[in-house]
Structures are given as C-alpha cells and as structure tokens.
C-alpha cells in the first residue's frame, strides 16, 4: 500500500465548475499536509500547506484535512483554464527544516473554455 | 531573484552509462533535495543535502549519490544505468533556518533523462 493515495483521475471540467480532488494517507505521522501544482514540463509549485485537520482557504483554493479518517482535499471554486494541470496531493511527517515529502501519483485536471 | 535551475534539460544515455545531473539553489537557500518522477507517478524522495553532507535519504540504492557544493549548487550522480533509471529528476532547494518552522521546498524544472 502506498502512503499517499490519490485519485488517479483524470479528471476534465467545464470552466466555472467547482473541482474535487482527493487522497488519503496511511502514515499517522504524517503532520503536515500540502498540495502542489505541475503545469506541463514544469517542476512542482506548492500551492496550499496545512498542518492541521480543518479547512484552509486561499482565495478560489480550500484545503481540507481531516486526520481522522486520514483524508485529504482541495476544492477549486470558479475553475479556470489555467488551472488545467497536474495536483500533487503532498504530506511530510515535519515542517521543519529537514523534511521530505511524500508524493501521490498527482491528478490530471483540464478545465475546458 | 533567481528560481532554482536544472541542466541539462534532456539527456539520453544507454545502460551501464553513468550520468551527473546538476542544480543550482534559489537564492538564501542553503538545503538541496532531489526525487525522481517516473512518468504518470508523483515524484519519489531521494536524498537531501544540508552543509555538504546527505541529510536523509529514501529508498534508493547506492549507485544514486550527490554533493552539495559550498555555494550550495549540487549534483546528482547515477551509475550503471538500469532502464528503470528514465524519469524527470527535480531537484528542490529550501532554506534551513535553527529554529526550523516552514521550510517551502523550490523546485527546478527537472531534467528529463532516458535510458535506452
């Protein structure tokens, strides 16, 4: 079993639309919780980071985490064709200055004009 | 500032090769880590370097190793390449401050290497 399993999608939306996305961890020491984006040919860009159970909001992003049930989500409100890209869902067991990052296999999302 | 920068870009090297993957850090970062994304997965852990030395590694055999240089630019080095050696290499840089808190990890574009 994977640490970190993410919905492997893919996954295309109309532009407007609200998008879902989901994985869930195994780790209880997993602490701290990220979701990264890839654009094509791109490294990944960190774009939400949490570490702890609870709603966190950034503008159209919300990060959910709930480590009860080890599950983890990232809702995109007014969806965009910028956002077609790769999500990461991340998770390390520390946020402190020597911490690796475990990786889902990403979900591939096109918003579509 | 400069972003974390990765060469080269693309390399295609044959079984049994070896190979030296480079990067330079973001500017103030002083912590390199490098993973592999094989194609359709997320990246894998592969080793971080702190002041020169590997600071933590995954599960990758010896023939993966790196330096960290004292400008803080590192280098990934592979030997007798296996197939299974083809993948996007990132490498990230982050800055390691002693009373830790967020450290956001920087990544490069990657280096796309094949093994054939």
């Known amino acids: 079993q994977k640490e970190v399993e993410q919905d492997p999608g893919p996954l295309s939306v109309p532009e407007g639309a609200i998008v879902s996305l989901n994985c869930t961890y195994s780790n209880s020491a997993f602490q701290y919780f990220m979701w990264y984006r890839q654009y094509s040919r791109k490294g990944p860009e960190l774009l939400m980071y949490t570490y702890s159970s609870g709603n966190k909001e950034d503008g159209r992003f919300t990060a959910q985490v709930d480590k009860s049930s080890k599950y983890i989500s990232l809702f995109i409100r007014d969806s965009q064709p910028s956002d077609s890209a790769t999500y990461l869902c991340v998770t390390s067991k520390s946020g402190g200055s020597n911490y690796k990052l475990t990786f889902g296999k990403g979900t591939l999302l096109t918003v579509n004009p | 500032e400069t972003g974390v920068t990765q060469s080269p870009t693309h390399l295609i090297k044959t079984r049994g090769q070896q190979v030296t993957l480079r990067c330079s850090s973001q500017s103030g ?11 359709g997965q997320g990246p894998q852990f592969i080793f971080q370097y702190y002041r020169e030395e590997e600071n933590g590694r995954g599960n990758f055999p010896p023939r993966f190793s790196g330096l960290q240089f004292p400008n803080y630019s590192s280098e990934l080095n592979v030997n007798a390449l296996e197939l299974d050696d083809s993948a996007l290499y990132l490498c990230a840089s982050s800055a390691t401050y002693r009373a830790g808190g967020d450290n956001e990890q920087f990544f490069g574009p990657g280096t796309r290497l094949t093994v054939l």
């Open chain 2, 29 to 39: 970062h002083n912590t390199v880590s490098w993973y592999q994304q094989a194609l």
